[in-house]
T-cell receptor, first 110, second 118 residues
Framework: AQRVTQPEKLLSVFKGAPVELKCNYS??????LFWYVQYSRQRLQLLLRHISRESIKGFTADLNKGETSFHLKKPFAQEEDSAMYYC????????????FGQGTTLQVKP | GAVVSQHPSRVICKSGTSVKIECRSL??????MFWYRQFPKQSLMLMATSNEGSKATYEQGVEKDKFLINHASLTLSTLTVTSAHPEDSSFYIC??????????????FGPGTRLTVT
């Protein structure tokens, strides 16, 4: 079964501290993994995708197939990073369907 | 960038009535749109895939006769909650997949519609 697990509901760090938002997935094939972010009172938006291997707003995420993980990392958190973060999986077949994790609220304190 | 709108942003209806929610891609065409449901402080749950010109594909456990989806044009999909009950109260979010030139699985999300059934 396809499943995305984000074990932390809330992650609270101080400004300048490193951040790691955990994401584990379950999928039998070769999935596409994404991180979406939702800032307060705004719509969900794509942060990054694993196939692009990009860094957006200082965030990076590496797909680890052995550990079936796609953790989101940032070396120095900023207050404006405070938001809800969702890890999502899209399976093969080009259907575009996304399976979301439960979400993690990141709170960056001054 | 690609923009998806939803209308209305919030709606209150009485139990037993039906309510229609619209999802529009404003500056791009979308053969495929998706409808999600989000309960308070919970994740998005995919309800159905809306395909222009054909029947929607519903996820397991979603009643297709209760949640009617119509994707009549390349820029508009509608979700009608029929005979609404209080347990249908939720936040409904749509997304639209870019047709051409977009990366695989490139989706843009609407702002959501808050439905309250009294």
């Amino acid at each position: 079964a396809q499943r995305v697990t984000q074990p932390e509901k809330l992650l609270s760090v101080f400004k300048g501290a490193p951040v790691e938002l955990k994401c584990n997935y379950s999928y039998s094939g070769s999935p596409e993994l994404f991180w979406y972010v939702q800032y307060s009172r705004q719509r969900l938006q794509l942060l990054l995708r694993h196939i692009s291997r990009e860094s957006i707003k200082g965030f990076t995420a590496d797909l680890n197939k052995g550990e079936t993980s796609f953790h989101l990392k940032k070396p120095f958190a900023q207050e404006e990073d405070s938001a809800m973060y969702y890890c999502a999986l899209s399976g093969s077949g080009n259907t575009g369907k996304l399976i979301f994790g439960q979400g993690t609220t990141l709170q960056v304190k001054p | 960038g690609a923009v998806v709108s939803q209308h209305p942003s919030r709606v209150i209806c009485k139990s037993g009535t039906s309510v229609k929610i619209e999802c529009r891609s404003l500056d791009f065409q979308a053969t495929t749109m998706f409808w999600y449901r989000q309960f308070p402080k919970q994740s998005l749950m995919l309800m159905a895939t809306s395909n222009e010109g054909s029947k929607a594909t519903y996820e397991q456990g979603v009643e297709k006769d209760k949640f009617l989806i119509n994707h009549a044009s390349l820029t508009l999909s509608t979700l009608t909650v029929t005979s609404a009950h209080p347990e249908d109260s939720s936040f409904y979010i749509c997304s639209a997949r870019v047709n051409e030139g977009g990366l695989p699985y490139e989706q843009y999300f609407g702002p959501g519609t808050r439905l309250t059934v009294t």
